[in-house]
């Protein structure tokens, strides 16, 4: 069978994503490293694979993708392993929607302007935008609220079985988790907190450590 590729940097919480659902379906791959915020931009030969220069991108024979939530719809569609979507469609319209709300309102602000401002500024040197993380805790309490209710009794984010709503969600919450704010805010949601401690036991999780952490 060909090896599928995938393009992208180990820190991303996006190129984790997609490596979760590898690891879960029990895919061998191969992983090609490329920094698009280098400071010479994206490698001028990724514009081909990614036209507008975000990570990751993706091979597989002759299939070419960009966009995570593709890609990881992809591999569980193409591989054998442990189905990560669910065929009811109640449960398959919850785990749209949890991804749904993961890019539009969680990415932003649970990894940009609280796991950044808090964690990354000051060990790369940069001042914290104290304002900044303020603004986003009421919006991060908001994701957190919102999630724990869609999933319902659980215990994962889209109900009763895993799918590749928890393995999209789970680099965010990783970062975010390893800033004050965050786990502070983790700890009062106890089925988001919980979530997270049965995310964070998995083998893939692991595997795709990132170098963040």
């Known amino acids: 069978m ?5 393009f992208g940097a180990a820190y991303s919480v996006y190129v984790r994503a997609v ?4 690891h879960e379906k029990g895919v061998a ?11 010479s931009g ?3 030969d990724y514009q081909v694979r990614h036209p507008f220069g975000r990570i990751p991108a993706f091979e597989h024979d002759d299939v070419r993708l960009y966009e995570s939530t593709a890609i990881e719809r992809y591999i569980d569609a193409a591989f054998d392993g442990p189905p990560l979507q669910p065929t009811d469609v109640r449960a398959q319209a919850r785990m749209n929607q949890v991804l749904s709300v993961l890019d539009s309102y969680c990415y932003r ?3 940009w302007e609280v796991f950044v401002e808090r964690v990354r500024a000051p060990a790369t040197g940069r001042t914290t935008d104290e304002t900044r993380i303020a603004a986003a805790l009421p919006r991060a309490e908001t994701c957190l609220r919102a999630l724990a209710e869609i999933g319902g009794d659980g215990p994962w984010l889209a109900g009763p079985a895993l799918t590749l709503a928890d393995l999209h969600a789970a680099p965010m919450f990783v970062y975010f988790h390893l800033s004050p704010e965050g786990a502070t805010m983790v700890a009062r949601h106890r089925r988001i907190a919980a979530w997270l401690d049965a995310m964070m036991a998995r083998p893939s999780l692991a595997a795709t450590r990132s170098p963040l952490e």
Request: hydrophobic share 60%; charged share 15%; proline share 12%.
């Open 29 to 39: 791959y191969d992983h090609v490293a490329v920094d698009v915020f280098g400071a």
């Open 42 to 44: 994206p490698p001028a």
């Open 109 to 111: 602000t649970l990894v």
């Open 19 to 22: 490596r979760l659902a590898l």
């Open 2 to 6: 060909v090896r599928p590729i995938l």
